[in-house]
């Protein structure tokens, strides 16, 4: 498959959200309790299932069905976790929507503790399938959304 133009070439978009829970907790939700995210974002992400392997091992494939702009939505993602640096990368492997303007697509995670709460970076990498598709900021911000409703949801707990 030839490429060509904007589409060749790696791209990312980041975000950073300030959490006030404790990052630890939030680090644990998005690397193996990905079950916990419908609780948390339920406005959002609606179902997180297990396709391949399991919810806490590198390498495990999940499929989720979440809502963006009035959309029902599905990802399919294989996780890859480093627990010594907090990071966590979701590798798009299926998915309606998404993947119609991406030719690869990956979100990473990278959480940094404080003494209290702490930051979590996100960053999306993709390569276009034509030059005048568009930034995935309309994922960026979904991303951001749902990890501001994980770090409300546990400060209730």
Known sequence: MAVSGAGACKLTVEAEVEIKANADKLYKVISNQHHDVPKAASDKIHDVAVHEGDWETSGSVKLWKYTLD??????????????????????????????????????????????????????????????????????????????????????KE
């Open 70 to 155: 009035g959309n029902v939505e599905t990802f399919k993602e294989k996780v890859e976790i480093d627990e010594v640096n907090k990071w966590v990368s979701l590798t798009a492997l299926e998915g309606s929507h998404v993947l119609d303007n991406y030719k690869s697509y990956k979100i990473i995670f990278q959480v940094t503790p404080k003494s209290e709460g702490g930051f979590v970076k996100i960053t999306l990498e993709y390569e276009k399938l034509n030059e005048n598709d568009p930034p995935p900021q309309k994922y960026l911000s979904f991303m951001v959304n749902v990890i501001k409703d994980i770090d409300a949801h546990l400060l």
